[in-house]
């Protein structure tokens, strides 16, 4: 390993102040079709290329130094407190700082508002920066339209880092082209459409999403001499191209809800993280596409802000993220448990219907030993990685928590759900996680169940179509999970 890899993320661009204004949407107003926010809280914190560096020093071990304008009023002085998961390498920020605040009610954003002039970045560049420049790992120009990427000085030794070490650019309509040599620009759908045609070109004809992020990304190559562009897709995942032959789809994983807002920072900082420690360039991606989709489904920015942390998937304790995150927001967490050794229609129906009582479902599995314990030796017949597996790739499942004991008791004692949810199959009176729930004032419901689906009548179908005389009629079939 090069010494290089050893040095420090250095991110530069603009930093903004973001203040979320959290209330309680109670009623609605009596002179105007607005909602009323009562009990309102003010949480302020970096935004931009602050929010991208902090993300970076709070996912590893590496340092990360944050090359940023810094206006001196008041917000710019908000701003500096709120900085500190990376060391800050200041420029002066004339014309005041840029404020972004939300007002969100119960964990959904109503409205948002933009202040600030547009201010100009002032000052000799720091003396440090070269010396700084010359032990990165690599380099993330999170460019917000500010001025920090345009400054004459910082521009021109961001070309000179090109050449020589990972530069990830993630661009901003007002702010300039990225420098030639850049291993890899990130613009979102929306700048991508942008940028695109700003090089004078059309996509054609009438075509598909992924088809015209692949037009683009060849082009934007092409256009700007970089080696790679990925354009991010939201919910689809990113597009990877070097300019010439097939793409590379980097697919998202599926998040319920969740709040978007700083998703592109994630993904930057997780990709220029990758690069830095020696990533090939579609692995840098991937880990920014993985990395994004925990971010949104941990809360986004505002998650974020309470926990600096990005909950790794999966893990146990991704669920437990999700869960939090969810009644950070004054959201209705579901969960629902069970075996699930092969998976079928009835599994699927039961999931779908939890799903759609509250904001998040997560899933109670048995583990093996457990499973064994309920059902036999002989079970289960998947193993429990598999069938978590199988379970966070169904949409309707935000999380797996997998347990050991016969009982869910414990699991649901830590996550605290609102709602426990049994297929219609069970009766009131055989749902002893009732009692449980009611401790924090849970509810212990039934949805209607997919009659003639079950694992056991699965295995048994199985078993007399292989059996030496399988002219049987197979077993009448049960439900069980």
Request: charged residues 20%; glycine residues 12%; contains cysteine.
């Amino acid at each position: 390993m090069s010494p290089r890899t050893h040095g420090p993320l250095v991110v530069v661009g603009d930093t903004l102040l973001d203040i979320d204004l959290e209330g309680q949407a109670g009623k609605i107003a009596p002179d105007a079709p607005v909602p009323v926010l009562r009990d309102v809280g003010e949480r302020p914190r970096a935004g931009g290329a602050g929010l991208a560096a902090d993300i970076a020093a709070n996912l590893g071990d590496r340092d990360v130094v944050l090359v940023t304008a810094l206006a001196d009023d008041d917000a710019g002085r908000t701003l500096r407190d709120q900085l500190d998961g990376a060391q800050v390498l200041a420029l002066h920020q004339g014309g005041g700082t840029q404020i972004k605040q939300r007002l969100r009610a119960d964990g959904q954003t109503l409205l948002r508002i933009d202040s600030g002039c547009p201010g100009e970045v002032t000052g000799p560049v720091p003396e440090e920066l070269d010396a700084l420049l010359a032990r990165a790992a690599a380099v993330l120009v999170s460019d917000y339209g500010r001025g920090v990427a345009a400054h004459p000085g910082i521009a021109e030794r961001l070309a000179a880092a090109a050449s020589r070490l990972p530069l990830v650019w993630d661009p901003h309509l007002r702010g300039p082209r990225p420098v030639a040599g850049a291993r890899l620009v990130t613009p979102n759908r929306a700048e991508a459409d942008e940028l695109f045609s700003r090089c004078g070109r059309a996509v054609g004809g009438r075509v598909g999403p992924v088809t015209r992020a692949h037009r683009q990304a060849e082009a934007l190559v092409e256009e700007w001499g970089v080696h790679a562009v990925a354009i991010t897709l939201g919910s689809r995942g990113a597009l990877l191209s070097y300019g010439s032959g097939v793409p590379q789809l980097i697919p998202a994983r599926a998040v319920s809800g969740g709040d978007v807002c700083g998703a592109g920072d994630s993904f930057t900082a997780a990709a220029a993280l990758a690069l830095a420690a020696g990533a090939v360039t579609s692995e840098a991606v991937a880990a920014g596409v993985q990395t994004a989709g925990d971010f949104v489904a941990g809360g986004g920015a505002s998650g974020w802000q309470a926990s600096r942390t990005v909950p790794q998937h999966p893990t146990e304790r991704d669920g437990r993220s999700v869960v939090r995150a969810i009644h950070n927001r004054g959201g209705t967490v579901v969960a629902t448990g069970g075996c699930f050794d092969l998976l079928h229609a009835g599994h699927v129906e039961t999931l779908e219907a939890a799903r759609s009582l509250g904001d998040c479902l997560v899933v109670c599995l048995n583990s093996d030993a457990s499973v064994r314990r309920l059902k036999g030796p002989s079970r289960p017949l998947v193993d429990q990685a598999d069938r978590r597996r199988v379970l966070q790739s169904l949409s309707c499942v935000d999380a797996v928590v997998v347990f050991d004991e016969d009982s869910p008791d414990r699991v649901l004692g830590e996550l605290r759900p609102d709602i426990w949810v049994k297929g219609g199959d069970y009766s009131a009176e055989q749902l002893p996680e009732r009692e449980v729930l009611a401790q924090w004032g849970g509810q212990a419901v039934t949805v209607p169940y997919l009659s003639g689906r079950s694992t056991s009548h699965l295995v048994e179908t199985a078993r007399s179509l292989t059996s030496p005389d399988h002219s049987s009629t197979p077993p009448s079939p049960g439900g069980d999970a």
